[in-house]
């Protein structure tokens, strides 16, 4: 019997390994989704710096209460539109060609949530056609490799601008057929009317952005793809020159009207009902991103704004 005991032993040992499931990873947080809504060019004395938000009902009552707002928000780096996007989407500031002619010369998180998760799917939907080249870059390395798909202006890169009633469509349609991960949406009136020097058309779009963005919250929130597992960023790309420095037409510099932002976020993983003041960024929002949707983002000046996070 004494012999047996070493070979009883050994048995129990290999049925112990053999019955043994290595336990599955638990995923950090309950954000599944993120989808990133731009407002182009609203000036934050029309948005959230507006006490009675008379141009933006919705964010300024539902919105809000349902997560974070920040009243201390900046872009720091140029205050146009191509740099700015790839600023909240990179992490980093640089003076991308305005015109859709250069492409990011660093990968965003598009590309590297991509090459994280090839089985997941990323969109970029944009009323203005030149935002299409952020889905790529020129780094040799990532050159071609992991794209988003993209729904930019009337049919890609060239071929202009749309109305922000059709990107609202688009991307509805897109989230109920193919509810992609991570999605980046650009509203451009707003900035378009502005630069007509058009007042009331320009607080006429932020009210009708406003209700856009309002239709996308209603839509996550009953569609069983995202409720309670979606985090929306609402933000601007850039403000737009402050009374003192030019007035609303126009935008650039870095004046505080230029470079001051409105920010919402609102996620199953954020407080509810909370108004933040110390300072974030622009190139905070895509570690956060990344963060939330856990994957790597090397070389993001900015930081995860764990100031929304609750606990
Ligand atoms: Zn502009
Ligand atoms: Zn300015």
Same mark, same amino acid.
């Given at each position: ?7 009883? /032993?050994?048995?129990? $040992? ?14 950090? %947080?309950?954000?599944?989704?993120? $989808? @990133? ?18 141009? !933006?009902?919705?964010? /300024? ?12 928000? %900046? ?23 305005? *015109? ?8 965003? !998180? ?5 090459? *994280? ?7 970029? !939907? ?6 299409? @080249? ?32 059709? =990107?609202?469509?688009? *991307? ?7 509810? #992609?991960?991570?999605?980046? !949406?650009?509203?451009?009136? &707003? ?8 007042? &009331? ?11 856009? $963005?309002?239709? @996308?919250?209603?839509?996550? +929130? ?11 960023? $609402? ?31 609102? /996620? ?18 895509? #570690? =956060?991103? *990344? ?6 983002? &090397? ?7 764990? +100031?929304?996070?609750?606990?």
């Amino acid at each position: 019997m004494k012999k047996l005991l070493p070979i009883i /032993g050994l048995a129990l $040992i290999c049925l112990y390994y053999s019955c043994y499931k290595a336990p599955i990873p638990t995923k950090k %947080y309950k954000t599944e989704k993120v $989808i @990133v809504i731009v407002m182009d060019g609203a000036r934050y004395s029309e948005t959230w710096g507006d006490v009675a938000k008379t141009y !933006i009902p919705n964010l /300024g009552t539902t919105i809000a209460n349902s997560g974070c707002v920040n009243s201390n928000f %900046y872009n720091n780096g140029p205050t146009y539109t191509s740099p700015g996007h790839l600023a909240m989407i990179s992490g980093q500031y640089y003076n991308l060609n305005n *015109a859709g002619n250069e492409l990011p010369p660093f990968p965003t !998180i598009f590309q590297y949530f991509n090459e *994280a998760y090839p089985l997941k799917s990323s969109w970029i !939907i944009s009323s203005k056609d030149k935002l299409e @080249v952020l889905t790529n870059t020129s780094d040799s390395t990532y050159n071609n490799l992991y794209l988003a798909n993209t729904d930019c202006g009337n049919n890609g890169l060239g071929t202009g601008y749309r109305k922000d009633s059709i =990107t609202l469509y688009k *991307a509805l349609t897109i989230f109920q057929n193919s509810a #992609p991960e991570l999605t980046l !949406i650009n509203f451009r009136e &707003p900035d378009f009317t502005g630069h007509g020097n058009d007042w &009331p058309g320009y607080l006429n779009e932020i009210n009708k952005v406003d209700s856009l $963005i309002n239709e @996308v919250f209603v839509f996550v +929130n009953s569609n069983p793809n995202y409720k309670d597992k979606t985090t929306l960023f $609402i933000t601007n790309d850039h403000g737009r020159h402050d009374d003192r420095n030019g007035g609303f037409n126009n935008h650039g510099d870095s004046c505080i009207g230029c470079k001051q932002l409105m920010f919402f976020a609102i /996620g199953p993983d954020f407080r509810k009902n909370t108004l933040l003041s110390s300072p974030n960024e622009l190139i905070d929002i895509a #570690p =956060t991103v *990344a963060e939330l949707l856990e994957f790597d983002l &090397p070389n993001s000046n900015g930081n995860v704004m764990t +100031n929304l996070f609750e606990n």
